[in-house]
């Protein structure tokens, strides 16, 4: 079980980081510190991606009677 999530791991980090150019062998290699905080790092950009994502596509398909609307409701 551990081994398939640091596969996982190793997956995301050598595809979402292109200049890593970490070989399984080398993933295998380094020090877990180093994994982990590139691995937190990473999750953090993904969270942060999906929030100005999800932040853009709100407002632009926002009437402007809906955002009034919300801000009554909601202020």
């Known amino acids: 079980m551990i081994e398939s999530i640091f596969i996982d791991i190793y997956f995301l980090l050598a595809h ?3 200049g890593l ?3 399984l062998k080398d993933f295998w290699e380094c ?9 937190c790092m ?3 950009l993904i969270a ?7 932040e853009s596509k ?3 398909n926002d009437s402007e009677e809906m955002r009034d609307l ?6």
């Open 16 to 18: 979402r980081i292109k």
């Open 21 to 23: 150019g970490w070989s």
């Open 31 to 39: 020090d877990t510190w180093t994994t982990a905080k590139l691995y």
């Open 42 to 44: 990473e999750l953090n």
């Open 48 to 54: 942060e991606e999906e929030r100005k994502l999800n």
């Open 58 to 60: 709100d407002e632009a």
């Open 70 to 75: 919300y801000e009554e409701m909601y202020g």
